[in-house]
T-cell receptor
Framework: AQKITQTQPGMFVQEKEAVTLDCTYD???????LFWYKQPSSGEMIFLIY??????QNATEGRYSLNFQKARKSANLVISASQLGDSAMYFC??????????????FGAGTRLFVKA | SQTIHQWPATLVQPVGSPLSLECTVE??????LYWYRQAAGRGLQLLFY??????ISSEVPQNLSASRPQDRQFILSSKKLLLSDSGFYLC????????????FGPGTRLTVT
């Protein structure tokens, strides 16, 4: 069974500094997708970044980058130049193919990030 | 463009009462649809997913059920709510044949009293 592990329940970072949120995963599939979502206090889920298992380059989206280490099965999110608005819950997730040909996503427990002014 | 709607936004229901949460998607056809539940301070738990009308896969045995009467409509139901059903319920959709992102609705916050 697939599993996503986020070992940091909470993280603090100073405004304008970089922060790394850890994520490890477990799968026997060769083809899979890894995602990071942000959930502010409003509850909405905001897609941040995606990394495919066959992508050789680490994904980047603005201030977000994904440090993908396939052999170690880790997909850490790096946020550069933290802003106060980055304070939120962050979820790592993995997409797997279902028996019916669709896709479902397994989420980690999340890391709550606090950005200090 | 595509949009996803969920209602109601908040709901307070007594134990033992029925439940019906609705999710609709606009601007796309044949989407994959999903129901997730998030307990307070916890991650998302996949409850149901559907790849087509009438096709429902259940991930977690419980007193909840899901139905997809139309291509872009996904309904989460219960005949008798339990206290443990309290949580934040999120509906999501994805393209049928894409392994890329899911798009989430605004969620329904359910409190069972």
């Amino acid at each position: 069974a697939q599993k996503i592990t986020q070992t940091q329940p909470g993280m603090f970072v100073q405004e304008k500094e970089a922060v790394t949120l850890d994520c490890t995963y477990d799968t026997s599939d060769q083809s899979y997708g890894l995602f990071w979502y942000k959930q502010p206090s409003s509850g909405e889920m905001i897609f941040l970044i995606y990394q495919g298992s066959y992508d050789e380059q680490n994904a980047t989206e603005g201030r977000y980058s994904l440090n993908f280490q396939k052999a170690r099965k880790s997909a850490n999110l790096v946020i550069s130049a933290s802003q106060l608005g980055d304070s939120a819950m962050y979820f790592c997730a993995m997409r797997e193919v279902t028996d019916t040909g669709g896709f479902k996503t397994i989420f980690g427990a999340g890391t709550r990030l606090f950005v200090k002014a | 463009s595509q949009t996803i709607h969920q209602w109601p936004a908040t709901l307070v229901q007594p134990v033992g009462s029925p439940l019906s949460l609705e999710c609709t998607v606009e601007g796309t056809s044949n989407p994959n649809l999903y129901w997730y539940r998030q307990a307070a301070g916890r991650g998302l738990q996949l409850l149901f997913y559907s790849v087509g009308i009438g096709q429902i896969s259940s991930e977690v045995p419980q007193n909840l059920s899901a139905s997809r009467p139309q291509d872009r409509q996904f309904i989460l139901s219960s005949k008798k709510l339990l206290l443990s059903d309290s949580g934040f319920y999120l509906c999501a959709w994805s393209w049928r044949y894409s392994s890329y992102e899911q798009y989430f609705g605004p969620g329904t916050r359910l409190t069972v009293t």
